[in-house]
C-alpha cells in the first residue's frame, strides 16, 4: 500500500531553496566550479526573498495561540529571564 507524502508549497519552498543552498556551498569547494558557485550567488537573494514570501503567505501555525493577557516575553523583564 503506497502512501502518499503531500507537501505543501511552503515545505517544498524550503526544501529546494536548502537544496540549492547545499549545492552551492559543495561547488565553492572545487575549483572548476567556482565560476558557476558565484553566478548562483547572484540568484541567491531572490530565491531567499521567494521563499520567505511562500512561507509567510501559505504556511500555517500549529502552535499555540498567545491569550489576552500574555505578550510573548514583552511582559518579562529582561534581568528576570537571566540569558541576557
Known amino acids: 500500500m503506497k502512501q502518499k507524502i503531500n507537501l505543501g508549497i511552503d515545505i517544498l519552498s524550503v526544501l529546494i531553496v536548502t537544496?540549492?543552498?547545499?549545492?552551492?556551498?559543495?561547488?565553492?569547494?572545487?575549483q572548476d566550479t567556482r565560476s558557476y558557485a558565484i553566478l548562483m550567488l547572484a540568484f541567491s537573494p531572490l530565491l531567499i526573498i521567494g521563499m520567505a514570501y511562500v512561507v509567510l503567505k501559505y504556511g500555517k501555525y500549529d502552535g499555540?495561540?498567545?491569550?489576552?493577557?500574555?505578550?510573548?516575553?514583552?511582559?518579562?523583564n529582561k534581568d528576570d529571564l537571566g540569558i541576557f
Open 19 to 30: 537544496a540549492y543552498l547545499i549545492l552551492y556551498c559543495i561547488m565553492l569547494q572545487f
Open 64 to 76: 499555540p495561540e498567545l491569550g489576552e493577557e500574555e505578550f510573548g516575553y514583552q511582559d518579562k
